[in-house]
């Protein structure tokens, strides 16, 4: 791997000071810009409501889903009994047309949630040794700061993405997102690939749901044995009925990352487990997505959020970094990524990447990939491919 040192230590820090106030204080606004009538505070409560309200009617499999799971094989009553922990190889979901992720009512309770297993993508040199793009020295590491709560006043748009592998339950982050084509009534969500789909030889994971500003109070596991559940899933809970990803991801996505960790991301659209309402109006805030892909030399500061889950984090708050990119080369057939010093571990995978411009908070990549010794994350450029994924999802569904 190539590597050349173009600043000095000190000057680097300074400007990562001076430049993070800005940041985090664009985001805090964001996300409560929405808000309209209603105050920040309130919003949870109404969402409880709305779902007490709605939660009497039993959520069914619709026919569509039913019709796609048959096609398969799979009987579609086994599957809401449990059927969906059957990892048959043979009947794996794979491609892009074939997602489903049918609602299963009350699967996902807050002990089951705290189960979950960070999804994470360790970076190895032998990703790289073919590289001869240009790599940027090793960031200094960048320790997380814990997100001021109640989250939903602070970053309302990031949140917690629930989902089951052949290995279990396992968690990640994300990002609501607006609907260029559905103006202030966004389902839409970002998130990492390898959140939603194992890449190379594996397929679609299951029963992926979204919780906005996860344990708003960023409670501690003992605090939460009592909680109630407006505290943990403060705007309800959020299931994928369609997803997408790369198809570069679906074909080189590796545990590694691999030749797919350059288009390591997912656009997902949700709609609540009850209620009618779009995550967008509920939330009160979702974040422009920015796919002009510039070179990390041409941007001053990003911020990732997330919520980490491996040691010593344990998933249940929300931490974020802020650094001055720089760049990382896989190969040279490859986008080069973003990369930032941050201590974040996996969990904070598919979490937002974002910047200023122009005084607004974009996002502007998602954790991918980052090293054993959690020095480092690493994110995609959201380019051409990545904008393709976002505007087909956004016609396709999002008036859903």
């Not at 039913?66 to 043979?90: S, T």
């Not at 705290?114 to 790289?128: F, G, L, R």
């Not at 679609?204 to 009592?226: C, H």
Request: aromatic share 8%.
């Amino acid at each position: 791997m190539r590597s050349t040192r173009t600043s000095a230590t000190t000057s680097r820090r300074r400007r990562t000071a001076l430049a993070a106030t800005g940041l985090v204080a664009a985001l805090a606004l964001t996300a409560t810009a929405c808000e309209g009538s209603d105050t920040a505070s309130d919003k949870p409560d109404a969402a409880t409501s709305q779902a007490a309200d709605s939660g009497k009617d039993k959520i069914e499999i619709p026919a569509d889903l039913a019709g796609k799971l048959k096609e398969h094989g799979i009987d579609v009553d086994k599957w809401k009994d449990g059927g969906w922990q059957n990892w048959d190889k043979d009947k794996w979901l794979r491609e892009a047309k074939d997602f489903v992720n049918p609602v299963i009512e009350g699967l996902w309770k807050p002990e089951r949630m705290k189960s979950a297993k960070e999804a994470n993508k360790t970076y190895s040199t032998k990703d790289a040794a073919a590289d001869a793009g240009v790599t940027d020295p090793d960031p200094l590491p960048v320790e997380a700061a814990a997100e001021k709560t109640p989250y939903h006043q602070n970053a309302a748009p990031v949140g917690k993405i629930f989902f089951d592998t052949p290995d279990g339950a396992a968690v990640c982050s994300g990002t609501v997102v607006k609907d260029a084509n559905h103006p202030g009534k966004s389902n839409l969500v970002w998130t990492a690939g390898h959140c939603v789909h194992a890449g190379n030889g594996g397929g679609w994971y299951r029963n992926i749901m979204f919780v906005p500003a996860y344990n708003d109070y960023g409670k501690s596991e003992a605090q939460l044995t009592n909680a109630n559940p407006t505290e943990i899933a403060p705007y309800g809970q959020w299931w994928a009925d369609w997803a997408s990803t790369s198809n570069e991801w679906i074909a080189g996505g590796s545990e590694t990352g691999g030749a797919g960790a350059a288009y390591d991301f997912s656009v997902l659209h949700v709609k609540p487990e009850s209620g009618s309402k779009s995550l967008e109006e509920t939330v009160g805030a979702a974040l422009d997505v920015d796919f002009s892909a510039p070179s990390a030399t041409e941007v001053a500061k990003m911020g990732a959020w997330g919520y980490p889950q491996a040691a010593p984090y344990n998933g249940l708050k929300m931490f974020k970094c802020i650094d001055q990119p720089g760049r990382l080369s896989l190969s040279s057939t490859l986008p080069t990524m973003y990369r930032i010093g941050c201590t974040m571990t996996g969990g904070s995978s598919g979490g937002g990447w974002f910047r200023v411009v122009d005084g607004e908070t974009k996002l502007v990549s998602n954790t991918s990939i980052g090293p054993a010794d959690n020095t480092w994350l690493a994110g995609p450029q959201l380019g051409q491919e990545a904008e393709a994924i976002y505007q087909s999802m956004s016609k396709t569904y999002g008036g859903q």
